[in-house]
């Protein structure tokens, strides 16, 4: 399976056929998808008719767009025109196809990529982890007995294994990142705002993005999907330059880095602190970087975060849902639901006093530092089925959600953060290494993540599938 790039540029000089590229696609999906579940939509005929008109207009001498004849996955909590969108819920299940696509599809359509389905989410992105009782079981082409992770797993597993060069992408708490760490792949978790987002949750947390199987397809998928729309009235202006040009430009020599194992508070297993520590010290050699030794004391992110998720579920439940069918809900959703239903306002107060605090602590971190790097997860890929793992190096923890302690905190701050594949634990596995930078600094979180993957590039697929 070839780059996204790679296959664009090859589509719109017409050395190969939009048609062509589909058809491969849909056969390895047809001879993957049973084991992976990566898939839980397909709309072949509406795929042939895209990719069909990409390649008329480059016959007509046209270009298509910088993403020409690309199919892709569209994550089943985004909408595609002509498909449904079923949050990963059996109380939306089987619903007809929507009329119109996200802002952040229809961006991605005008600039020639192909939609062929939607990609398999736990219920409202609420799990680090891709099992549902509307669609079973999501599974990790590096084992399939493991998770590819969540909310992103189906989009993951789907380009892990080759099935389509990228997959839509959202990361509330990093679920993006999460699913790019467990399955070796990249990650961009976007500064808020920075592609559109008008259904956006109320804790203000999610950015939309791609997982991909390089630094520079990241690069232009936020080229075509960033920039402002009047509907989301926090997204910012366009940047001004190409992500695509400046990851191979951008002087980031002598910018301050800190390396962080745990961000104060959080254990996290030796399988993936340490190779993820030893590629933040290569990655802070090949690029230059100044490190600095920071003290870091947060007010706990997983917890400011946990309390502020809710809302968003909120957003999604329809009247008559719950409690009336709170039966229906899976496990997570409807404990939030539950502990959730009659939250007051002092306390919901509360939250939003700890998060100001919390973006203070994390202001003055970057005023000390340029980049924060860390594990992008504390624990290597765990079952499918879940749960996530009680037991992080020893230490029993409080809530399941410390298995994925260090992405949130660029969801509650609105910074931008990247995972890359940083190396494998003893069985295989992948691990990721996370790169924070400061707000609005997307360009030097890709363009090191540009420097890392030019050092040490990994596979861009998981053994034996592409």
């Known amino acids: 399976m070839q780059t996204v790039i790679s296959t664009a540029d090859s589509v719109r000089a017409g050395q190969v056929s939009a048609v062509e590229v589909l058809e491969e696609c849909l056969g390895?999906?047809?001879?993957?998808?049973?084991?992976?579940?990566?898939?839980?939509?397909?709309?072949?005929?509406?795929?042939?008719?895209?990719?069909?008109?990409?390649?008329?207009?480059?016959?007509?001498?046209?270009?298509?767009?910088p993403l020409a004849g690309v199919p892709f996955g569209v994550k089943d909590l985004e909408n595609c025109a002509g498909m449904p969108t079923s949050h990963g819920s059996l109380l939306f299940k089987g619903r007809a196809p929507?009329?119109?696509?996200?802002?952040?599809?229809?961006?991605?359509?005008?600039?020639?990529?192909?939609?062929?389905?939607?990609?398999?989410?736990?219920?409202?992105?609420?799990?680090?982890?891709?099992?549902?009782?509307?669609?079973?079981?999501?599974?990790?082409?590096?084992?399939?007995?493991?998770?590819?992770?969540?909310?992103?797993?189906?989009?993951?597993?789907?380009?892990?294994?080759?099935?389509?060069?990228?997959?839509?992408?959202?990361?509330?708490?990093?679920?993006t990142r999460i699913p790019a760490a467990f399955s070796g792949l990249v990650g961009h978790k976007a500064s808020y705002g920075r592609i559109p987002h008008p259904e956006a949750g109320g804790s203000e947390t999610t950015a939309l993005g791609a997982v991909v199987t390089s630094v520079a397809d990241a690069a232009r998928h936020l080229d075509v999907t960033a920039g402002p729309d009047d509907r989301d009235r926090t997204s910012l202006p366009t940047p001004g330059f190409s992500y695509e040009q400046i990851i191979e430009e951008l002087d980031v020599a002598g910018l301050r880095a800190a390396w962080s194992s745990d961000l104060g508070f959080a254990p996290c297993e030796p399988e993936v602190s340490g190779p993820a520590e030893a590629a933040a010290r290569e990655l802070i050699a090949v690029a230059g970087l100044r490190e600095v030794g920071v003290e870091i004391r947060l007010t706990d992110p997983v917890r400011v975060w946990l309390a502020s998720g809710a809302v968003d579920i909120w957003m999604d439940v329809e009247p008559g849902m719950y409690p009336e069918r709170a039966d229906e809900f899976d496990r997570t959703v409807r404990y939030d639901l539950d502990h959730s239903y009659e939250r007051?306002?002092?306390?919901?107060?509360?939250?939003?006093?700890?998060?100001?605090?919390?973006?203070?602590?994390?202001?003055?971190?970057?005023?000390?530092?340029?980049?924060?790097?860390?594990?992008?997860?504390?624990?290597?890929?765990?079952?499918?089925?879940?749960?996530?793992?009680?037991?992080?190096?020893?230490?029993?923890?409080?809530?399941?959600?410390?298995?994925?302690?260090?992405?949130?905190?660029?969801?509650?701050?609105?910074?931008?953060?990247?995972?890359?594949?940083?190396?494998?634990?003893?069985?295989?596995?992948?691990?990721?290494?996370?790169?924070?930078?400061?707000?609005?600094?997307?360009?030097?979180?890709?363009?090191?993540?540009?420097?890392?993957?030019?050092?040490?590039?990994?596979?861009?697929?998981?053994?034996?599938?592409?």
Not at 32 to 57: S, Y
């Open 28 to 65: 390895r999906i047809e001879a993957a998808n049973p084991k992976l579940n990566a898939f839980v939509h397909l709309d072949p005929e509406g795929a042939r008719r895209a990719a069909t008109a990409v390649d008329a207009a480059v016959k007509a001498g046209g270009d298509p767009g």
């Open 98 to 175: 929507v009329a119109e696509d996200s802002v952040h599809v229809a961006r991605l359509r005008a600039a020639g990529a192909v939609p062929v389905g939607k990609t398999a989410a736990p219920e409202f992105g609420a799990d680090c982890y891709t099992s549902t009782r509307a669609w079973g079981t999501t599974r990790n082409p590096w084992n399939l007995d493991l998770t590819p992770g969540g909310s992103s797993g189906g989009s993951a597993a789907a380009v892990a294994a080759g099935l389509v060069p990228f997959c839509t992408a959202s990361d509330g708490g990093g679920s």
């Open 344 to 466: 007051t306002a002092p306390r919901i107060g509360r939250t939003m006093k700890r998060r100001a605090h919390l973006a203070k602590e994390v202001a003055a971190i970057f005023d000390q530092v340029d980049v924060l790097l860390t594990p992008t997860t504390a624990v290597p890929p765990f079952p499918a089925e879940g749960l996530m793992p009680r037991v992080i190096n020893g230490v029993e923890v409080a809530t399941l959600a410390m298995a994925v302690p260090f992405t949130m905190l660029a969801n509650l701050c609105w910074n931008p953060a990247t995972s890359v594949p940083a190396g494998t634990t003893s069985d295989g596995l992948p691990v990721g290494l996370q790169i924070m930078t400061r707000r609005h600094r997307d360009d030097v979180a890709l363009r090191l993540a540009r420097l890392f993957e030019q050092a040490r590039p990994w596979p861009r697929h998981a053994p034996g599938w592409a």
